[in-house]
């Protein structure tokens, strides 16, 4: 013996299958012997996609990027494939199997009044355990409480005024330096609101939600926030030097 190292591979490998058809995930062992259109071949008796239409991706164990499979003559086993990598499927004929496309399944539909007869129904057990909606205590507590918070947005509008320099915050959002341009009620959202042109770009429009304009401002600048988050103060526009070269 001339004491080298042998290095033994299994003809056979066991990988993850997955597919644009499909939303399930199988496993198949293949011959690392064949090339990729046979590949393919075998692909198309299990997830039922054309092998003209395939674009096949080698992913790892770990399901990261490795690299596209796109040489048919290519043999399955000089690409790095090992026990437990997923190719994903991309079908590009667009086509929809026939097990994932509901719209060839004909809906059961039950009227309303017809499913509040029913005994065994999740509304029937709601009713009985006094959940959700069914618990008119607890839904006038709710009730209330929403009333009460709505007094208070109520309250905090009447004190701010369109022109006024103010900072918004809002929950898990960074604090922004704004301009009041609009308080009152609006179209899109039940209650009080308050329109703001903030100093960057951080809004989400220029003003005008659901085709109405509330205000004017340039695009990205314009928001809209709740009175409470609003706090009407002395706080300068500052100066991010868009004017210096």
Request: hydrophobic share 35%.
């Amino acid at each position: 013996m001339d004491g080298g190292v042998i290095v033994v591979t299994n003809p056979t490998v066991n990988v993850r299958l997955t597919s644009t058809i499909s939303s399930f995930e199988v496993q198949r062992r293949f011959d690392r012997g064949i090339t990729i259109a046979v590949l393919k071949g075998k692909l198309e008796m299990i997830l039922g996609a054309s092998p003209a239409c395939m674009d096949l991706e080698l992913f790892s164990v770990s399901d990261k990027f490795m690299q596209k499979m796109d040489d048919n003559e290519a043999l399955l086993g000089s690409y790095p494939v090992d026990d437990d990598c997923r190719i994903h499927v991309t079908d590009r004929s667009g086509q929809m199997s026939e097990f994932t496309d509901v719209s060839k399944v004909e809906k059961f539909q039950l009227a309303d009044e017809d499913y509040d007869k029913r005994t065994d129904s999740a509304r029937s057990f709601k009713k009985k355990q006094r959940l959700g909606q069914f618990n008119e205590e607890e839904m006038a507590k709710k009730k209330a409480e929403i009333a009460a918070r709505e007094e208070k947005h109520k309250a905090a509008a009447n004190a701010i005024s369109v022109g006024s320099r103010c900072k918004v915050q809002v929950t898990g959002q960074p604090t922004k330096l704004a301009t009041v341009m609009y308080v009152g009620t609006a179209d899109f959202k039940p209650g009080y609101w308050v329109g703001v042109k903030y100093d960057e770009p951080l809004g989400k429009h220029d003003g005008i939600v659901d085709g109405k304009k509330y205000f004017e401002c340039e695009n990205k600048y314009g928001g809209f926030v709740k009175p409470l988050s609003v706090t009407v103060g002395d706080f300068p526009e500052e100066d991010y030097g868009l004017d210096e070269m």
